[in-house]
């Protein structure tokens, strides 16, 4: 069963590069990203979570966890990361989850279709999850999901964009437009009349009937 946006993010207690992770516990009141990657050791994934590790300021600003998950084990997550630092010059300190057992993969629906399960004999190889985001928010609701094939990587500048404007628009009648990045305009919702969102907001700037700016801060 896929996992949804407004679904809660389903809870787990895995090993991790940082100990034992009970997910809701360890993600407090932060928002979260929790990302799945294929393997280690092998090269687009290594330019991933070196983007990751390159805007360890930047989720911290967002008051943000991220944490990672493979079907590698904890060891290959401990010894990859010394490459991931090589690579990008940061250090990886988000946690990688050991989920070789396949409990987050398959709670997170991380698996491609045509995964296959030997009895006998499996590696990682035989059941590579593939490139899955989910932004969580601090109720643990789902935010946000995206689901990237092994041969394309994921833009992290977009993630962190997506991330801007879940937050900024959590809980308040506003919405993205499309391209919108963070100082721009956003979109008022039409649960709220012009006089309401004036009062609200300030002058709006309206391009049709159904299609009205604020200009807001963001969170
Ligand atoms: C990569 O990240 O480059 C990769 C992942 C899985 C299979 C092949 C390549």
Redesign the pocket.
């Known amino acids: 069963m896929a996992v949804r946006i407004n679904d809660t993010a389903p809870d787990f207690t895995a090993d991790s590069t940082a100990g034992t992770i009970r997910f809701h516990e360890w993600l407090g009141d932060s928002y979260g990203i929790i990302f799945s990657?294929?393997?280690d050791f092998?090269?687009?994934?290594?330019t991933e979570f070196a983007a990751v590790a390159q805007l360890a300021a930047e989720w911290t600003a967002r008051n943000t966890k991220v944490i990672g998950v493979s079907v590698d084990g904890k060891a290959d997550h401990e010894k990859w990361k010394r490459d991931i630092e090589a690579f990008g010059g940061a250090p990886a300190d988000f946690p990688i989850i050991d989920d070789s057992d396949l409990t987050v993969a398959k709670a997170y629906d991380m698996l491609p279709a045509d995964y296959y399960l030997p009895t006998e004999g499996r590696t990682p190889a035989h059941s590579?999850t593939v490139r899955t985001v989910y932004i969580i928010g601090p109720d643990k609701k789902v935010r946000l999901t995206m689901t990237y094939p092994?041969s394309v990587g994921r833009n992290f500048a977009e993630i962190l964009r997506a991330l801007d404007a879940v937050r900024a628009t959590d809980g308040v009648p506003l919405a993205a437009p499309a391209n919108w990045v963070p100082g721009q305009d956003m979109i008022v919702a039409l649960s709220l009349n012009n006089e309401q969102a004036q009062e609200r907001f300030g002058a709006l700037d309206i391009k049709l009937p159904y299609l009205r700016f604020a200009k807001v801060g963001v969170k």
Do not use: K
């Open positions: 990657h294929p393997r092998t090269p687009v994934c290594t590579a092994m």
